[in-house]
């Protein structure tokens, strides 16, 4: 049932993913947050996002959960420096057989992880099982076709081509946020409420932390993995790579990701 994770779990990855807050990534979730509620954090990374949720509900319970030693390392890591290793609970385990009873949680919540697994409506339904009657279920991931910038150098066109062939022949689907309300309501989800949101680069200096560490996964994370299955060639990985800097270093760069969100009541 889980899917290849396309990005793999490389410190380029990981440092892209600590760069994420819940202000920025969870932003519908947190008015629906308050002290003493217990949560759980699935695929939770490097756990930036969860030591934010942790804050807000703060003394409630809070486990972050990811199947990949790495990226636990990461959190344990993120925790420590926070200061919330005695208030934040890790968790290695398979999204698809979380290891808790039924009705464990207020509020379970999956920040850019449904894009990546095999069965997205399962793994709702395993998210739902461990969320108590009137609690929530909250995800929010990419629209990879939805994905515009400004200028357009032909690398990243083909960049987007080849990272979601190969998002997909991996078993998963890069435009999971356009997607949510259709799982949710296969999964039995009920009371979803659906939003969208995007993250902007267009200053110097996120703009070249956006371009410096795609062009550096066309090489090293997903690049790889679509010249293994022969999508790509070496030539036209590091022909993208090259385009994603010089993107980088136009005073004219300009990037947005689309992101849909559900919350859905228990």
């Known amino acids: 049932m889980p899917a290849r994770y396309t990005h793999g779990h490389g410190a380029t990855v990981l440092a892209n993913h600590a760069h994420r807050t819940a202000a920025d990534s969870a932003a519908y979730l947190l008015p629906h947050l308050r002290p003493g509620l217990s949560l759980l954090d699935v695929g939770c990374g490097p756990a930036t996002i969860t030591a934010d949720l942790a804050e807000a509900v703060a003394p409630g319970r809070v486990v972050a959960l990811d199947g990949a030693p790495a990226a636990i390392e990461a959190a344990r890591a993120t925790l420590e420096s926070r200061g919330l290793t005695g208030s934040v609970e890790l968790v290695e385990a398979d999204l698809f057989a979380l290891p808790f009873p039924d009705g464990a949680f207020d509020v379970v919540h999956a920040h850019q992880v449904l894009q990546h697994v095999a069965d997205p409506v399962a793994a709702l339904r395993e998210m739902r099982r461990v969320t108590r009657p009137g609690g929530i279920v909250a995800a929010r991931d990419a629209v990879y076709s939805a994905m515009t910038w400004y200028p357009r150098p032909a690398g990243m066109d083909r960049w987007r081509e080849v990272y979601m ?53 066309c090489l090293t994370s997903f690049g790889p993995q679509a ?19 010089t993107w980088s270093t136009s005073p004219d760069g300009w ?5 849909g969100e559900v919350l859905a009541r228990v």
């Open 165 to 217: 062939t190969t998002a997909r022949s991996n078993g998963g689907e890069p435009d999971a946020g356009s997607r949510l309300l259709a799982w949710c309501r296969e999964a039995g989800l009920e009371g979803v409420t659906c939003s969208a949101s995007t993250w902007c680069y267009a200053d110097d200096d996120l703009r070249g932390w956006w371009g410096g560490t795609w062009a550096e996964r």
């Open 227 to 245: 010249g293994a299955a022969g999508t790509a060639t070496r030539a036209e990985l590091e022909a993208m790579a090259a385009d994603w800097r």
């Open 255 to 259: 990037f947005a990701v689309v992101h």
